[in-house]
Every structure is written in structure tokens, then in C-alpha cells.
């Protein structure tokens, strides 16, 4: 009662009392007051910095990030893919791969067309119909160059080999007829080219190879391709026409 230690008078005390105990006005140090509103001010940062700006570099994505590198050391083995339908269906038929273009996709993708290509803010990619692609080959091109002023981006900026390994699992999608929000959009198309394992590789018959004419050569009533010069050497990935 005689001296407290801060000099109170008993006008200082609040009027509250609970079994007796009574207690001073004392607001919190300032210096602790500002730990507080850091703290506040930080975990507001943080919130629109990671969870809505999606700006920084999370856990998640610096994992995806590892995995996506990880895929292009893979790329090694394959070389640069051509962006050609003969690549295409050659790779609709390589499911390790498949699952290259299938991780491009939950990255890039799965947001406007659904986890599963069922179609969300774009088109449905697992029924027949389609908007801007009659060939297999046209999916490349929606995929690198946008389609819809934008509304469907460029993937420029994607590796070349990730756009043609998304672009064959877009086709492998085709047919599972998921049911989607939206309706069927765009005109049906023919079904995909039937894919002939090798087929474009195998030198014409008569090429001099024998070793490699397990299967019989499809007829070729217009003679030779022109590119017949190329068909002795090791296949390469890119082995094509033009
Ligand atoms: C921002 C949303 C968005 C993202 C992300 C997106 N798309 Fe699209 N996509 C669309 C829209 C919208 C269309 C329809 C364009 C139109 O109306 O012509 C479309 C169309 C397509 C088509 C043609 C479908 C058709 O019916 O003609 C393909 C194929 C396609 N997208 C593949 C992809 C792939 C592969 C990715 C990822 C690399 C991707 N999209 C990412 C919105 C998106």
C-alpha cells in the first residue's frame, strides 16, 4: 500500500476486482506492441506474397521445379523433338513419357481444362468435338501459338519437347468422354490417324537394310519418299520428312 514500484496511485487502479485482486492500467512495452504489429504486417505480406500472388518460390513449387529439371536431363536421351505429327503419334505410344507430358499438364494446364481434361474455363479435351483442330498435328500449333485472342495461351515458353509431350497426352485424352461443365463445343472430327510403330522410320523397301524388315512395308504406289538418301543412317528422333 505504501510504494508501489511504478507509482500508482489508487486512481490508477481499474474497477474490476475478482476475489479481491485488483489491477493497474498498464499498457503492454512499446517495443513489444511493435513485435505484435510485425508480426501482423508479415503474415499479411506472406499470405498475398506465396497463397494469392502466387509470386514466391513455395515449398510446392520449388519441388516442381526439381522435378521439372529432373525431366530435362531425361530430354537428353531424346534430343529436341520435332514439333511434327509423325513425332506426335509416336509419342501418344511411349507411356514414360506420356507422364512427362502428363506433369506439363497438371502444371500448365489443369486449371482451365479440368484435372483430367474434363473442361473448365477451356474446352473439354476428352470428347470428339474440337474448335480448333481437325488434325492431330493442329493441337501443336494451338498449344504454341494460343488460340481464342489469348483466352488459350501461347506455351511458347515451355520446352519445346514438354509442348509436343503435352500436346500427345492432350491427344491420349480424347475418347474418355469425361463428363465436363460444358457442353460439347467446336465440330466432330475424324478419329486420329491409326499410329504404325516404326512406320515412318523404316527405310522403303529396297533401301538395302535387311535386318530391319521384320514387318512387311506398307505399299507405296507413289515410289520411293524423296528423303530416301537419309535411310541408312541410325534412326534419330527427329527422323521425318522435310
Ligand atoms: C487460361 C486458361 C487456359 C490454360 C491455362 C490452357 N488453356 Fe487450352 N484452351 C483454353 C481455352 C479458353 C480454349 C478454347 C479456345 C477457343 O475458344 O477457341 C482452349 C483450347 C485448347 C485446345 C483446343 C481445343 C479445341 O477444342 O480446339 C487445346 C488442345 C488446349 N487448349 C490445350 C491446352 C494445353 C496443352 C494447355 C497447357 C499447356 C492449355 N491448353 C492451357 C484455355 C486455357
Not at 45 to 68: D, M, P, W
Not at 213 to 229: E, I, L, R, W
Request: aromatic share 10%; charged share 25%.
Amino acid at each position: 500500500m505504501s510504494k508501489t514500484p511504478a507509482a500508482h496511485s489508487m486512481d490508477d487502479l481499474l474497477d474490476h476486482e475478482y476475489d479481491g485482486i485488483r489491477e493497474y492500467d498498464n499498457p503492454c512495452p512499446g517495443w513489444w506492441q511493435w513485435i505484435f504489429f510485425f508480426t501482423f504486417v508479415f503474415a499479411l505480406a506472406y499470405f498475398f506474397y506465396f497463397h494469392v500472388g502466387h509470386a514466391g518460390i513455395t515449398v510446392e513449387k520449388s519441388y516442381e521445379n526439381a522435378v521439372a529439371n529432373n525431366l530435362r536431363l531425361r530430354f537428353a536421351e531424346i534430343g529436341e523433338l520435332k514439333l511434327d505429327e509423325p513425332t506426335l503419334l509416336k509419342y501418344m505410344h511411349e507411356p514414360e513419357y506420356l507422364k512427362v507430358g502428363r506433369s506439363v499438364f497438371e502444371q500448365n494446364c489443369q486449371q482451365c481444362h479440368g484435372s483430367d481434361g474434363q473442361g473448365l474455363v477451356g474446352p473439354n479435351l476428352t470428347d470428339d468435338f474440337y474448335k480448333n483442330v481437325t488434325n492431330v498435328g493442329d493441337i501443336l500449333n494451338v498449344v504454341k501459338n494460343g488460340a481464342a485472342n489469348g483466352s488459350m495461351p501461347a506455351w511458347g515458353r515451355l520446352h519445346p519437347n514438354e509442348i509436343l509431350l503435352v500436346s500427345a497426352y492432350v491427344a491420349t485424352l480424347r475418347g474418355e468422354n469425361l463428363p465436363g461443365p460444358r457442353g460439347p463445343e467446336g465440330k466432330k472430327i475424324p478419329p486420329w490417324p491409326t499410329y504404325e510403330p516404326g512406320g515412318d522410320e523404316q527405310p522403303d523397301a529396297g533401301a538395302g537394310k535387311t535386318e530391319s524388315d521384320a514387318k512387311p512395308q506398307p505399299p507405296n504406289p507413289d515410289g520411293h519418299k524423296s528423303d530416301v538418301g537419309t535411310a541408312d543412317k541410325e534412326p534419330t528422333p527427329d527422323v521425318g520428312k522435310k
